[in-house]
Nanobody
């Protein structure tokens, strides 16, 4: 399964973006899926997960601002990001929870200006 994240960009603080992650090859409908991010000089961190039956978890730093969802029919996972902060600047990826059993895609860059 090859993952492709998209939807990133440059946004001002307080703005919003919606990221999408789709899979080619096989479906990830049977997996718990998550969104990760990696800022320069930092390790990749898991920020949100959604299970196959809709159970959701968030990292505290994004709770209340980010919303993860999935569309099984479209084989796509989404991340709606509101009230963005400069510290949200990172490359965003999707995969299963650590260590990430699927092939990592290139990610999508999110840059939040102050």
């Amino acid at each position: 399964v090859q993952l492709q994240a998209s939807g990133g960009g440059l946004v001002q603080a307080g703005g919003s973006l919606t990221l999408s992650c789709s899979a080619s090859g096989n479906s990830f409908s049977r997996f718990v899926m998550g969104w990760y991010r990696q800022a320069p000089g930092n390790e990749r961190e898991l920020i949100a997960t959604v299970s196959t039956d809709g159970y959701i978890n968030y990292l505290d730093s994004v709770k209340g601002r980010f919303t993860i969802s999935r569309d099984t029919a479209k084989n796509t996972v989404y991340l709606r990001m509101n009230s963005l902060k400069p510290e949200d600047t990172a490359v965003y990826y999707c995969n299963t929870p650590p260590p990430g059993r699927l092939s990592w895609g290139q990610g999508t860059q999110v840059t939040v200006s102050s």
